[in-house]
């Protein structure tokens, strides 16, 4: 490309740079050109991983129906077992939740309290933008959605300021490949 640029009317070299004798419409008409060819290819071809679908998320005995979204850039994992984290929009699920688990998780996220031995929480370190943070975690009996499912998962809690605008699960690519969702 760049030695077919030399050839070019109106092209110059000047320290291994070529210089190009572009007007500014021209030069918006080109980036408006390549922005319209992406979203085109992105439209044929669709956008992997980047939908919202329904799935039901088992805890302690109770179904949750969740709205999961896979993200690319999430990679929470346990440190000890290894297991992979679904990490759940607390306020959203709260009330399906199990009365032991949404009174351990209330004063969790109010003051920090330790969990009771029975509930079989774990600690999850997790790292955002905002800095380290542990999230409470319990072993989730499995995940399902029309094209698959995973088990062995622990369910993470988290109580952002901001909530989320379409999920309530928020899970890697990884798994989301385990439920068939590409």
Do not use: M
């Amino acid at each position: 490309l760049l030695a077919g640029a030399l050839l070019l009317p109106g092209a110059q070299t000047n320290n291994g740079c070529i210089y190009l004798p572009l007007s500014p419409g021209a030069l918006l008409a080109g980036a408006g050109g390549v922005v319209l060819a992406v979203q085109g290819v992105l439209r044929f071809l669709g956008r992997g991983g980047g939908q919202v679908f329904p799935a039901r998320l088992t805890v302690a005995d109770t179904a949750l129906d969740v709205r999961a979204f896979c993200d690319t850039g999430f990679s929470v994992q346990d440190p000890l077992s290894g297991r992979a984290v679904v990490l759940l929009h607390y306020p959203s699920v709260r009330d399906g939740l199990p009365q032991a688990l949404r009174a351990f998780l209330d004063s969790y996220f109010a003051c920090g309290t330790a969990p009771p031995p029975e509930l079989r929480v774990r600690l999850v370190p997790c790292t955002t933008i905002a800095g380290h943070c542990v999230l409470p975690a319990v072993p989730a009996k499995a995940l399902r959605t029309s094209k698959g499912s995973a088990a062995g998962i622990l369910a993470a809690f988290c109580r952002p300021e901001t909530p989320p605008e379409h999920w309530t699960a928020l899970l890697d690519s990884e798994l989301a490949g385990q439920l068939g969702i590409r």
